[in-house]
């Protein structure tokens, strides 16, 4: 499984797969980076790299829009149910950033569907390792980013 630093993620393991990046809460991940080792095997994409965040409400902009400038094909920020959400507002915070990149990618004629918002149970249940495949293939219908090598 990869974890990913600020730096490049074009994907050198499988140049097939599109470049993932998902941003996420550590209590709606916490129950599957406990075992990270095991991911791949009960299906997690390979292709897709984790970023941990205290809060998904902690993501900025910036950010977002920086990974995609570094060669990320797809983005996606996994939060907390509203309901469950362990800093009340985090998720909620993080769904209007990942709005306005959408909306910033729609006036720049770029796919805002690179681009997602995922609410996920913090309970242990397969909604981590679906979104990550959703992702997936979201992205490899849309195809390369086309930021790639520019």
Known sequence: MNFCS???YDNMTNPNEPDIVAFCCHYSAYAWSQDLQNLPRLGFPENVRLEIL???GRISIIRL???FEQGADGIYV???KDDTCHNVRG???AKKRVDYV???FDQLNIEPERIE????SREPNRGFIEAAKE???RIKKLGPSPLKGK
């Open 6 to 8: 600020q730096g490049n």
């Open 54 to 56: 205290p809060c998904s």
């Open 65 to 67: 829009l920086k990974a």
């Open 78 to 80: 996994a939060g907390c």
């Open 91 to 93: 998720s909620r915070i």
């Open 102 to 104: 959408k909306n910033v």
């Open 117 to 120: 918002m995922f609410m996920i």
């Open 135 to 137: 992702m997936t293939m």
